[in-house]
Nanobody, 124 residues
Framework: QVQLVESGGGSVQAGGSLRLSCVAS????????VGWFRQAPGKEREGVAS????????YWTDSVKGRFAISRDNAKNTVYLQMNSLKPDDTAMYYC?????????????????WGQGTQVTVSS
């Protein structure tokens, strides 16, 4: 059974950093695309970044380019999202998810397995 567990969220001031982790069990993170998503209250879930089987990385949200970095540690079966220069607009629940195949997509419906999420709150 595939399970994803996110951690690393918290409350920080604007300009701070956090590193989110997505640990997989029952599954090898290098076998499929893994994406990070976020959902703020009253807003739709949006794709943030993804990393596919051959480490092609895509940042789906323009506002995170240059500030966020997605990476993968195969030995730890973990995908990370390093978030720097955080802004209040980054406040959201962050989720990691796995696609049903090897390709990455922006749309959440393309991802079949989700973690429970980790809350990120950025204060001004």
């Amino acid at each position: 059974q595939v399970q994803l567990v996110e951690s690393g969220g918290g409350s920080v001031q604007a300009g701070g950093s956090l590193r989110l982790s997505c640990v997989a069990s029952g599954y090898t993170v290098s076998s499929n695309c893994v994406g990070w998503f976020r959902q703020a209250p009253g807003k739709e879930r949006e794709g943030v970044a993804s990393i596919d089987t051959i480490v092609i990385i895509t940042y789906w949200t323009d506002s995170v380019k240059g500030r966020f970095a997605i990476s993968r540690d195969n030995a730890k079966n973990t995908v990370y999202l390093q978030m720097n220069s955080l802004k209040p607009d980054d406040t959201a629940m962050y989720y990691c998810a796995v696609t049903r195949g090897g390709r990455c997509y922006r749309a959440p419906y393309e991802y079949g397995t989700w973690g429970q999420g980790t809350q990120v709150t950025v204060s001004s």
